[in-house]
């Protein structure tokens, strides 16, 4: 079944670690890429997309994304967390074979982050 | 520029009643998507509008949920009536060609009791 997996529910790092998140997309097609990010109280924010071109995207705050063809990953990078980041993160896709409309989403991630 | 937005914020009604919520997309944007997170789920589609006219509503659940898109600017959708299960949060989201970044509301967090 076509399906965005994102493994991990519940991460917790230490504020300035290194992390990545995890998406794996189940679409023949290479579909458009997203990762949105939920604070506490907020909406749904873009953080960076990957339509087409240059496999690593960079995005706001610093994060960045690498899409690999091959690994039908689409994995955020964060390289130094910080408090702030502790947040829901989504991993979205736009499969080309519904006329590039509408999102399917991962289950999220939310992030903690410790002192 | 105003981003989308989302009336109300919160909503808490008993079961049976109707509840009716609004989004307002980004000036311009014809492309208008509603989505909906239940407790522990993905976020997940429920219908497109075109400007006024519905593109896709494969995702609504049932004949309760009516989505309008009056003169293609603001939206209404409208639970009738509500049940349990229909608590969640419901985004909104508006994007100006299909196919383009999908930019979201801050939600409306609708309880069912």
């Known amino acids: 079944a076509q399906s965005v997996t994102q493994p991990d529910i519940h991460i917790t790092v230490s504020e300035g670690a290194s992390l990545e998140l995890r998406c794996n997309y189940s679409y023949g097609a290479t579909p458009y890429l997203f990762w949105y990010v939920q604070s506490p109280g907020q909406g749904l924010q873009l953080l960076l997309k990957?339509?087409?071109?240059?496999?690593l995207v960079q995005g706001i705050k610093g994060f960045e994304a690498e899409f690999k063809r091959s690994q039908s990953s689409f994995n955020l990078r964060i390289p130094s967390v910080h408090w702030s980041d502790a947040a829901e993160y989504f991993c979205a896709v736009v499969p080309s074979n519904t006329g590039f409309q509408k999102l399917v989403f991962g289950t999220g991630t939310r992030l903690l982050v410790s002192p | 520029e105003a981003g989308v937005t989302q009336f109300p914020s919160h909503s808490v009604i008993e079961k049976g009643q109707t509840v009716t919520l609004r989004c307002d997309p980004i000036s311009g944007h014809d492309n208008l998507y509603w989505y909906r997170r239940v407790m522990g789920k993905e976020i997940k589609f429920l219908l497109h509008f075109v400007k006024e006219s519905k593109q896709d509503e494969s995702g609504m659940p049932n004949n309760r949920f009516l989505a309008e898109r009056t003169g293609g600017t603001y939206s209404t959708l409208k639970v009738q009536p509500a049940e349990l299960e229909d608590s969640g949060v419901y985004f909104c989201a508006s994007s100006q060609e299909r196919g383009d970044t999908q930019y979201f509301g801050p939600g409306t967090r609708l309880t069912v009791l």
């Open positions: 990957y339509f087409s071109g240059d496999t």
